[in-house]
């Protein structure tokens, strides 16, 4: 029986009528089913309750999704204002150890808006809020209109680093990306790589320097009817590809074990 390779995506948390929920978007689980063609399972944001170790035993991969939260500043040596609000500490509490505990483990890792955020702060750098308030900055933040396809529509290019893997996957040197972010990298993380670049120079697309497996992080949502847009078909593709080859990695040393 072949087993459908598993893909973990962790989940938000809000409150309501005062009991909390964890919820997951359906655009995030989509694109890992339909264009990545693995299966996506929740991960709940209960970090107290779980051993990291044994959950990724289940997991081939891991996507990092985007969120109305950021991250709390205090975890990368700022100091929390209005600007940096609002704040999920439930998902902070699980993201930040799981994104090094599959960084480690060389696990196909994909991170999304704040994941992508996520990612630079477990790997050492920092990030600024209210980005449009730069001298010379374009306005990052998302377009209120009520249609998806306009608000998720793309906004302005990203050049992409000669060489790079982004190049590599996507067979071109600039792209057209959407744009819903008020906050951004500020430092980049001496452990990633800057692969794309917006035009008031924000980071926006990265990889991880020396990674075992594929691991990649993008400021926009790829996932957003993913099927429907060309790049971020072959960036799922090749996500799902890498989940698939560590998968089968996985089967490989399982059987030589028993034999």
């Not at 051993?51 to 991250?71: E, K, P, Q, R, Y």
């Not at 001496?190 to 008031?200: C, T």
Request: hydrophobic share 40%; aromatic share 6%.
């Amino acid at each position: 029986m072949i087993r459908h390779p598993l893909v973990g995506l962790p989940s938000d948390t809000y409150e309501e009528k005062n009991l909390l929920f964890h919820s997951l978007g359906d655009k995030y689980v989509r694109a890992v089913s339909d264009v990545a063609q693995c299966l996506p399972v929740m991960i709940p944001a209960i970090a107290e309750a779980m051993d990291l170790s044994a959950l990724l035993d289940h997991f081939d991969g891991i996507l990092m999704t985007g969120a109305v939260s950021n991250v709390h500043p205090p975890h990368y040596g700022g100091e929390p204002t209005v600007d940096h609000e609002p704040y999920d500490h439930h998902r902070d509490k699980l993201t930040l150890k799981l994104i090094r505990a599959v960084i480690d483990r060389g696990m196909p890792l994909f991170c999304i808006c704040r994941g992508f955020q996520e990612l630079n702060v477990v790997m050492g750098g920092t990030l600024e809020a209210e980005l449009q308030r730069g001298e010379g900055r374009l306005d990052h933040r998302s377009r209120k209109v009520e249609d998806m396809d306009v608000k998720y529509g793309p906004v302005h290019a990203l050049a992409l680093t000669p060489g790079g893997q982004f190049e590599t996957i996507l067979g071109k040197r600039e792209i057209m990306v959407n744009s819903l972010h008020r906050q951004g990298i500020s430092r980049l993380a001496p452990g990633l790589v800057a692969e794309g670049r917006s035009p008031d120079g924000i980071v926006e697309a990265v990889s991880v320097k020396g990674a075992k497996a594929f691991a990649i992080g993008t400021q926009w949502h790829p996932e957003y009817k993913a099927a429907d847009n060309p790049d971020s078909v072959k960036l799922f593709k090749a996500f799902g590809d890498a989940v698939r080859l560590h998968a089968a990695r996985r089967m490989n040393e399982k059987l030589a074990r028993a034999s």
